[in-house]
């Protein structure tokens, strides 16, 4: 039974192209959730599939130069949220490293959600979804909305000359009806920046 059930479940993970995550409940139609688990434990230590967190896995792309390569934490966490139909925002230094403001890439990355909060270890990057209210996942543009968690990790009155100018730039990406829409959202202090780069037409 279990042997069927592992034939089973890997002719299913060859329909996924390589690189697509799946998760456990994808297969629980095929077999009970125990065994699937096992299944999914054994086809990984075979090198069948890759582990990429605990409950995730992946068929990896093949790089000529290096290999098996398996998603980043971003495109983890994407695939959560769309599984979970929730909503998320990168806050903290993750929103930061994004817009160019750092270049360092944190070890620990944090994003908003209105899904189910959770820690989930991918690789050597730890990544949290941090339980928030809705008004602070309603941003409709992808960089204003970066801005807002980045300025807010930066801290009023802390916000310097190079700062604004290399978030002006970022901001010149956006569309401006995002940006008016957003700064509606944001604090005072926030918004005041943001109106500096809405484009009049």
Known sequence: MKEIAKETILLEIKKYRRG??????????????KTVNKTLERLAASGEIARVALG?????????????VLPGAEEVVRAIAKRDKA???PTGYLALNKLGLSTQVPMKLVYLTDGAPRTVIIGKQTVTLK????????????????VIQALKTIGKNKVDEKTETIILEQLKK?????????SKLAPVWIATILKKAIVKE
Do not use: C, M, W
Not at 20 to 33: D, G, M, R, V, W
Not at 131 to 145: C, F, M, Q, Y
Not at 174 to 182: F, G, L, Q, R, W
């Open 174 to 182: 956006e569309k401006t009806a995002n940006i008016i829409h957003d």
């Open 56 to 68: 995730i896995y992946t068929r990896p792309k093949k790089s000529r130069l290096f290999g098996f």
């Open 20 to 33: 697509i995550l799946f998760f456990t409940e994808n297969f629980i139609s095929k077999s009970n959730a």
């Open 131 to 146: 339980k928030t209210t809705p008004k602070n996942l309603i941003a409709k543009g992808e960089i204003s909305g970066l």
């Open 87 to 89: 909503r998320i925002v």
